[in-house]
């Protein structure tokens, strides 16, 4: 498994630059998947790994995983960020991301397909993700008014234990969201690369239009 790389007294971090990605489009397919906070990505994510066969990489779970994780280099620099509702450096992100592919890839036999939830955040991360692992085939962009999501992401803070499900962390990660994911969303979308969902609606009939847009990308269910 490839090494983080090193920490730094700045969160700059530099990573080895690649002359091609990691992992081939033509064998390998990643869809990324954006939304706000509470918008409802990880429910949608998890019909999608049933039907469709996908593994599903949270960036934010691999995050908290990797803070808790027992001789983490950057496990507190992690909790840092998170806590105040600002990104991790890219070259965290992206390497955990690359090294759970990997895993999956040669030690759980898994089929290529991968939903990549809550990456990209920004738009370095976009661009060194594409160039260094592997481009994506379209971003699943979850539409949802922030009040909606803040209304979830409250009713969910009260049994999820999540240190970033409080009233003070959302409001920074709605902030954070509009600054620098949705500038990813617009350059994927000037591409024809984003599938756009529109998510207030109940986790069913949201799921309905995934699965008729999944389709018209090419993408069938295996079940």
């Known amino acids: 498994m490839p090494a983080l790389p ?3 007294d700045k969160p700059q971090l530099s990573a080895p630059k690649k002359d091609t990605p990691t992992f081939s489009p033509d064998k390998v397919s990643v869809i990324f998947v954006l939304g706000g906070p509470g918008a409802g990505k990880g429910t949608q994510c998890d019909r999608l790994v049933r039907d469709y066969g996908f593994t599903h990489l949270s960036a ?3 995050l908290r995983e990797e803070q808790d994780r027992e001789g983490s280099q950057f496990g507190s620099l992690i909790k840092d960020y998170i806590k ?3 990104i991790v450096p890219m070259e965290i992100t992206v390497q955990l991301l690359e090294n759970a592919m990997n895993d999956d890839l040669t030690h759980k036999q898994g089929n290529g397909r991968f939903l990549i ?3 990209p955040r920004k ?4 661009l060194k993700f594409e160039e260094s692992v592997c481009p994506s085939k379209f971003t699943l962009f979850f539409d949802c008014p922030e009040d909606v999501m803040q209304e979830r992401l409250l009713n969910r803070g009260k049994t999820s ?3 970033d499900d409080n009233a003070e962390s959302i409001k920074k990660r709605f902030k954070t969201f509009v600054e620098t994911s949705m500038p990813v969303v617009e350059y994927f979308e ?3 690369k984003v599938v756009r969902i529109p998510a207030t609606k109940a986790p069913d009939e949201v799921y309905e239009e995934v699965k008729q ?10 079940k």
């Open 161 to 163: 234990g999540r240190a």
């Open 84 to 86: 105040e509702g600002t």
């Open 6 to 8: 090193p920490p730094a």
């Open 117 to 119: 939830d809550g990456f």
């Open 190 to 192: 000037k591409e024809g």
């Open 213 to 222: 847009k999944m389709g018209e990308r090419g993408f069938e269910m295996e």
């Open 60 to 62: 934010g779970d691999l």
């Open 123 to 126: 738009m370095d991360q976009a």
